[in-house]
């Protein structure tokens, strides 16, 4: 199994910037699909951006896109999200998920095999 480690997480002003990365502990995860997906409080987990593999197609959900920019660094395993002019409204736990040989776009939680532990996100107005 590959283990997911999140980190960039923090506390920002609206309208400011955060890039979140997803490493692999050990190992490598460079063949498989990676997502981030975000929790707040008394919500649901929710999609963010996805970035395939093979492919390396993104997706993300419409509330973020123009925003965040989801990419990889193969030669550093690792996946970032980028997150520009955030809102109050991205305040949330953010959690970096994998699954092997994923083409396709894949929004259910359910879809993915690994689990960070998740980084909070917050954003004050």
């Known amino acids: 199994q590959v283990q997911l480690v999140e980190s960039g997480g923090g506390l920002v002003q609206a309208g400011g910037s955060l890039r979140l990365s997803c490493a692999a502990s050990?190992?490598?995860?460079?063949?498989?699909?990676v997502a981030w997906f975000r929790q707040a409080p008394g919500k649901e987990r929710e999609f963010v951006a996805q970035v395939t593999w093979p492919g390396g197609s993104t997706f993300y959900r419409d509330s973020v896109k123009g925003r965040f920019t989801i990419s990889r660094e193969y030669a550093e395993n690792t996946v970032y999200l980028q997150m520009n002019s955030l809102n109050p409204e991205d305040t949330a736990v953010y959690y970096c998920?994998?699954?092997?040989?994923?083409?396709?776009?894949?929004?259910?939680?359910?879809?993915?095999?690994?689990w960070g532990q998740g980084t909070q996100v917050t954003v004050s107005s």
């Open positions: 050990e190992g490598t995860f460079n063949s498989y699909t």
């Open positions: 998920a994998a699954r092997r040989y994923l083409a396709t776009v894949a929004t259910r939680s359910a879809m993915y095999d690994y």
